[in-house]
């Protein structure tokens, strides 16, 4: 948990979600509504960095996870607790709904 956003890819997903809490982004480089969205993770990344992770995942590179977590819109923001899904966002989510939903993961 470093304070910065990690970007993930298909081979290591599974794994940095498995323990703790981890907010993953999913996004596109051409997505306009990504872009605003990524400041937000990265302001929630400073704010929780010792308690929770905040990772980013390019639906374009990683189409097969993005569809096996059913990613059909984008931005779409996953909270997961030990790998378990605990809540899912469709669209662009301010600082203090991603901190608020992060917290009541614990």
């Known amino acids: 948990m470093t304070g910065k956003v990690i970007e993930l890819t298909e081979g290591d997903f599974e794994e940095t979600i498995r323990t703790g809490i981890t907010l993953v982004a999913s996004y596109a480089p051409w997505c306009a509504p990504c872009r605003t969205q990524g400041p937000i993770c990265e302001q929630v990344a400073k704010k929780l960095e010792s308690r929770a992770k905040v990772a980013k995942l390019n639906v374009d590179e990683a189409s097969d ?31 203090s709904e991603l901190i608020s939903a992060i917290k009541r993961a614990f």
């Open 65 to 95: 996870t993005a569809g096996r977590y059913g990613i059909r819109a984008i931005p779409t923001l996953i909270i997961f607790k030990d790998g378990a899904t605990v809540q899912q966002f469709v669209g662009v989510q301010q600082e």
